[in-house]
């Protein structure tokens, strides 16, 4: 079993202004391994996420990233090896070539062509698609544009927030088919945000959930089958009826 | 013209605020306060004007130019209040201004170095300057705003602070210096710029009017360029700290 730490975060709380939305969370995410993030909307969950990337600083609390304290890192390389794919899936203008070609750019090196229409097929996703515009894809072939982009930087953690929540059962499908694939083949250690408990149980190593800024249950995935928490039960009661 | 035939002009201050007074628009205070300190300003500017003039003492020249920085600082700073240091930033950028276009102007022997010269091209200069600044502030920080999801997104895929800024950055010059380039495509066309009217009602040669309003147009367009570039370089960087994160604006987020 393995038992290395990708992320551990240390009575991390986040504040913006006198919003409290991190409050003392400690925990570690294991290396290695799937980790789903579930639990009510206003949780947290993208704001952690957003720490761990380090687009923002936890106003409280340390942060470690592979044994190291997070500000060690170079934001650039931080960013670069922990990739953040967002529920919104926010595109440049252009083509989903030139998106693609985002993170190599911004690195001073260019995307091939090929290797992009690999990436576009690594994420069930037809290379015909390279050279059309944005605007005109769907809610869903944005969300794998958006996971095919970060998949770019080759990160050893990859956090996905909700990739999967405009996609249809079978896009679904293949994302779970695709993390998993990513996890097993690469050794990817990936932490994804889900509001599809089935899907957490199913997909995951571990689970953490959370509520109102806290880290309420974390454990392996059964948690969910059987959680000791008073409030994870009803979330899950809430959920599963 | 004298003060009595001047004082007959008021009649076009009558105009607007009969007009105002009968359509009850409201602006009869401002109309007045704008006429009594356009009065005021003007007379004091043309009294000391005459006085360094007749002195031709650097010092004074150097104090009027001084008062123009000031009063164009203290007017644009409050369309960047949002950006940290920005009274230093546009003071350096308009003392650069000034240096370049009179380091021009006199090295090259294109004007003489008398405050006649200097002064009114210095007004000019640092007023459109000032305008630009405006213009570029406000355009920049609504960029910023609008563009915050894709600041964001390029930042957490590993870009820095300034390939994050670039489109907000890039935009906002080219929206600042686009009135400038437009007026003067149908200058002379549309309108006669008003240094070129003066002088030719003052009685000069309408060729050597033209001259010298050429002069100021391209001077007007180095001011254009140098001030939105130089105002957007000096003022990205105040917007992230140092672990490249975005700090200067007003939140939007979505926590989940």
Known sequence: ?241 | MSFLTLSLALVFVLIPLILTKTLNLGLGKDTVIATVRSIIQLLAVGYILTFVFATENLIYIILMVILMITAATHNARKKGAAIQGITWKLIVTFVFIEVLTQGILIGFKITPPEAQYIIPISGMLIGNSMVLSILFLNRFTAEIEARKDETELILSLGGTPKQAIHHSLITAIKASMIPTIESQKTIGLVQLPGMMSGQIIAGADPMQAVQFQLLILFLLLTTAAVTSIMLGFLSYPTLFNSRMQLIKLPDNNNPA
């Open chain 1, 1 to 241: 079993m393995n038992n290395e730490q990708a992320i551990e975060l240390k009575n991390v709380s986040y504040a913006d202004g006198p919003l409290k939305i991190i409050k003392n969370v400690t925990g570690s995410f294991r290396k290695g391994k799937i980790t789903s993030l579930v639990g009510p909307s206003g949780a947290g969950k993208t704001t952690l996420f957003r720490l761990c990337n380090g687009i923002i600083s936890p106003t409280h609390g340390r942060i470690i990233i592979q044994a190291k304290p997070i500000q060690v890192y170079e934001p650039t390389d931080l960013r670069r090896n922990v990739g953040l794919a967002l529920q919104s899936a926010t595109m440049i203008a252009g083509t989903v070539y030139k998106n693609l070609q985002l993170p190599r750019i911004l690195a001073g090196d260019a995307l091939p062509e090929d290797e992009a229409a690999d990436l576009l097929a690594a994420v069930g996703l037809d290379k015909d698609l390279l050279m059309r515009h944005v605007g005109d894809l769907s809610g869903g072939q944005k969300q794998k544009v958006s996971i095919a982009r970060t998949l770019v930087n080759r990160p050893e953690i990859l956090l996905l927030d909700e990739i999967t929540s405009s996609l249809d059962r079978i896009s679904t499908h293949d994302i779970e088919n695709l993390i998993e694939k990513i996890n097993r083949e690469y050794n990817v250690t990936i932490i994804w945000i889900t509001h599809n408990l089935n899907q957490a149980i199913q997909i995951s190593d571990d689970t953490w959930v959370m509520m109102n800024g806290q880290l309420i249950e974390s454990g392996p995935s059964s948690l969910l089958t059987n959680p000791k928490n008073v409030q994870v039960k009803q979330f899950v009661k809430g959920d599963f009826a």
